[in-house]
T-cell receptor, first 118, second 114 residues
């Protein structure tokens, strides 16, 4: 299957700083990318849907000003956690889809990024 | 409000035996269900899916059963192999909603012992 990478895999930052996480589709063009957050022993919670060239659509309860998403190209979406606080510590994972209407097994997931805010 | 639930956080099964993973959902609008498998340090990978118009879908050693009236689905792996040791996520979606939006369960850690 297609490969999706995330960078960094782990990041530790101080409270109040901003952290950027990159999600790249390595061998295909992704018109749509999704960002998820996973708490320990909890399910993956969808945060937002990111479409190339347009504003992200955020799920209810997700602060768009805190979690900035930019899908600047067909192979790259970024999630910036602004003014991070310890409660933002989590596992963030992205997925990428080749085109609208693709079958679900054409949604490929990245390996995730572990964010720890001190 | 978690709409997809996997109530068994872990499952241990002997190699060659059947693994049965369960998943319950609360949203009656869900009409497409998927199972993903995840190894450590890797993203989830698609395993098998089922549409609500079916009650069974089979792919090799993997079979998914859907009971709409009970809002329950299960994944059967037979025979279980050591390489099946992973976390399995159940996911569901409303196909008339934004395509690709999935609601996940918390996952079940499967350990296949020799």
């Amino acid at each position: 299957g297609a490969v999706v990478s995330q960078h960094p895999s782990r990041v530790i930052c101080k409270s109040g700083t901003s952290v950027k996480i990159e999600c790249r589709s390595l061998d295909f063009q992704a018109t749509t990318m999704f960002w998820y957050r996973q708490f320990p022993k909890k399910s993956l919670m969808l945060m937002a849907t990111s479409n190339e060239g347009s504003k992200a659509t955020y799920e209810q309860g997700v602060e768009k000003d805190k979690f900035l998403i930019n899908h600047a190209s067909l192979t790259l979406s970024t999630l910036t956690v602004t003014s991070a606080h310890p409660e933002d510590s989590s596992f963030y994972i992205c997925s990428a889809m080749t085109s609208p209407g693709s079958s679900y097994n054409e949604q490929f997931f990245g390996p995730g990024t572990r964010l720890t805010v001190l | 409000d978690q709409q997809v639930k996997q109530n068994s956080p872990s499952l241990s099964v002997q190699e060659g035996r059947i693994s049965i993973l369960n998943c319950d959902y609360t949203n009656s609008m869900f009409d497409y269900f998927l199972w993903y498998k995840k190894y450590p340090a890797e993203g989830p990978t698609f395993l098998i899916s089922i549409s609500s118009i079916k009650d069974k879908n089979e792919d090799g050693r993997f079979t998914v059963f859907l009971n709409k009236s009970a809002k329950h689905l299960s994944l059967h792996i037979v025979p279980s192999q050591p390489g099946d040791s992973a976390v399995y996520f159940c996911a569901a979606s409303v196909s008339t909603d934004s395509w690709g939006k999935l609601q996940f369960g918390a996952g079940t850690q499967v350990v296949v012992t020799p």
